[in-house]
């Protein structure tokens, strides 16, 4: 079903079926058209496909869409799960379109005193490839 269908058999059964990877259309279109019931359905199931390599592209649609829910989800598994996070190209996007996301997000792994993020936020894709670069070269 796209989109649009989903829509319509929500209002008129109050259910949808089959939510899958086309739920951040499913959100946006929540959020368009006021649809606060199926946009709590979408939150919920978004958050069960959290992981570190999602986690940053979930927050920016949280935060697109006004998911406070699903926003709150994703911040709490940033802190949970923060060694297991890297930043990728997602966090760059955020970090650049999205300064005050990126800072809450950083703020939920790093001290408030941190005054620079370098230090604190040191799982970068690009350092850990330049270590195992640095590594093969050194055999």
């Known amino acids: 079903k796209n989109t649009l269908e989903k829509i319509l058999a929500y ?3 109050g259910s949808v ?5 086309s739920c951040h259309h499913l ?3 929540c959020t368009l058209y006021q649809l606060s019931g199926l946009q709590w ?10 992981t570190p390599s999602t986690v940053a592209s979930l927050l920016i ?6 998911c406070d829910q699903l926003k709150r989800r ?24 999205k300064p ?11 001290p408030v005193t941190c005054s620079s993020h370098q ?12 270590e195992r670069g640095v590594a093969a070269q050194s055999r």
Request: charged share 30%; net charge negative.
């Open 74 to 97: 994703a911040m709490q598994y940033c802190r949970e799960h923060c060694d297991y996070i890297i930043k990728d190209s997602d966090w760059t996007a955020m970090e650049e379109d």
């Open 41 to 50: 359905k979408c939150e919920e199931y978004l958050a069960t496909l959290l």
């Open 61 to 66: 649609l949280a935060d697109n869409c006004r």
């Open 27 to 29: 959100v946006t279109a």
């Open 17 to 21: 079926d089959d939510l899958d990877l």
């Open 119 to 130: 230090e604190c936020v040191k799982n970068t894709r690009y350092n850990m490839e330049r």
């Open 100 to 110: 005050h996301l990126f800072e809450e997000a950083i703020l939920q792994v790093a």
């Open 11 to 13: 209002i008129y059964t």
